[in-house]
């Protein structure tokens, strides 16, 4: 970097760190560089990954940086393994120091097994395009290793799906496998009667973050659907195809895990950042690490009231872009202010929960909306031409796997 020349470097292509870089190459004087550094070539639409597992295209839910981003961003390939956040510097896996004049952490977070015995080697993860098809691939394999002599309780373990985690993801996951599950099931000659689909979750309900109402329409919806909630459960471990709760065990040869995530561990070692309980990084009022001027921090792992979302995620990375815009030009920003979040979750094919601050709408229509929410995020991110690119690759894909699964 040239002496004069002014460099922001966004650490991270996920949420907040596309949309951070999005919103300064549109608004930022040309002098200033923007880099965006991220270890995979491609952001992951995490709330499309469900849809992954039964059936949907993985173009659906995982798009290039690069056509994402206008020209103007410098992409650059790299995993960040060390920060420096008094010299606002950050190491590559490469071996690269990359020296910013402001630093933008957008790394997100990470699955956290709370040192369960046996779950990370043996369950089915569920936070990454790769995740999402290994499981899909292995729910295949079930239905297709089925042979005629295997006893009733063997099939009846081959069958047995298990969802830890009865959260957003838990939920939507559950809601779509029992349909998924059931049409396989016809298409592989599978006793209907065989599949059991099971959450398990430690709070005495579901959605637990949400309106004791709202839980309980999602609780009626998948009854339903015919999924079982273990609700006030935990799981102490996992061993042999066999799920030990404290009161119980279950065989399953697939344990799905959507319990728990934590920050991701880079931040952890960073100098001079303080965190919270959760291990979120305190920050003053324009999103800067308390301490650290001039180094944000956003998205999942800044400690802000509704972090954990994508749409807090967005939204802080529109608003770090605004406060850098007013700080190259020597305004003083105004200060970050939460703004409350919605849920929408589908719950099977047709049924969602729309879930607002004063208002909260069950069924087909929350269900559309829900569609529509990542329409639209999608039409804010990629041109008209790759909107309907990914679409129609999508519509194909679908196509191409019925023709696959009629010939069974
Ligand atoms: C299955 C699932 C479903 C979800 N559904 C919803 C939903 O319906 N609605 C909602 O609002 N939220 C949902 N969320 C939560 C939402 O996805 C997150 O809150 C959001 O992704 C946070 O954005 P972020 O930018 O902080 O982190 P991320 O989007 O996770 O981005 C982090 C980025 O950093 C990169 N990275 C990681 N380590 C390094 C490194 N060492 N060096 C360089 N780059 C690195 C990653 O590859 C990634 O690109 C869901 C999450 C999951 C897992």
Redesign the pocket.
């Known amino acids: 970097m040239q002496k004069n020349e002014q460099r922001v470097i966004i650490?991270?292509?996920?949420?907040?760190?596309?949309k951070t870089a999005k919103e300064l190459a549109r608004s930022l004087p040309h002098h200033v560089q923007i880099t965006l550094?991220?270890?995979?070539a491609y952001?992951?639409y995490?709330?499309g990954?469900?849809r992954l597992v039964t059936g949907a295209s993985p173009v659906e839910a995982c798009v290039p940086l690069s056509d994402m981003l206008p020209s103007r961003v410098e992409i650059v390939a790299?995993?960040?393994?060390s920060v420096d956040a008094h010299e606002k510097t950050v190491t590559?896996m490469s071996g690269t120091v990359y020296s910013a004049t402001y630093l933008v952490l957008?790394?997100?977070?990470k699955t956290a097994y709370f040192d369960i015995p046996g779950i990370e080697k043996s369950s089915y993860g569920?936070?990454s395009v790769e995740e999402a098809l290994t499981l899909k691939h292995h729910i295949y394999e079930l239905f297709n290793a089925k042979k005629s002599s295997e006893t009733k309780e063997a099939c009846l373990a081959q069958f047995h799906i298990v969802i830890v985690g009865g959260g957003?993801?838990g939920v939507?996951i559950a809601g779509d496998l029992a349909a998924f599950t059931q049409d396989l099931a016809k298409k592989y000659h599978v006793d209907q009667s065989l599949i059991s689909i099971d959450i398990i979750e430690s709070s005495p309900r579901i959605l637990s973050t949400l309106d004791p109402k709202v839980s309980k329409k999602a609780l009626e919806q998948l009854r339903r659907l015919g999924v079982n909630v273990y609700l006030n459960r935990t799981l102490v471990k996992e061993e042999l195809e066999t799920v030990y709760l404290k009161d119980m065990a279950m065989n399953s040869k697939t344990l799905i895990w959507?319990a728990g995530?934590q920050v991701?561990p880079?931040y952890k070692t960073i100098e001079s950042f303080e965190s919270n309980k959760k291990g979120r990084i305190s920050v003053n009022n324009f999103l800067e690490a308390k301490n650290s001027s001039e180094v944000f921090v956003?998205?999942?792992?800044a400690d802000t009231p509704y972090?954990?979302?994508?749409?807090?995620?967005l939204y802080?990375?529109e608003y770090v872009a605004y406060v850098l815009n007013c700080k190259i030009r020597g305004i003083v920003p105004n200060v970050y202010k939460p703004k409350s979040?919605a849920?929408?979750?589908p719950i099977g094919k047709g049924w969602g929960i729309l879930a607002m601050k004063h208002a909260t709408y069950t069924g087909l229509f929350a269900y559309v909306v829900r569609h529509m929410i990542d329409l639209i995020f999608f039409a804010g991110m990629v041109n008209i031409k790759k909107l309907l690119t990914m679409y129609y690759e999508g519509f194909k894909y679908r196509k191409l796997e019925a023709i696959y699964d009629a010939k069974k």
């Open positions: 650490v991270g292509g996920g949420f907040a760190g596309v550094i991220s270890d995979k952001f992951e995490y709330p990954l469900y790299d995993r960040v393994v590559g957008a790394l997100g977070s569920f936070k957003a993801s939507e959507t995530t991701h880079l956003l998205g999942d792992a972090a954990g979302l994508a749409q807090t995620a802080d990375g979040v849920y929408a979750i």
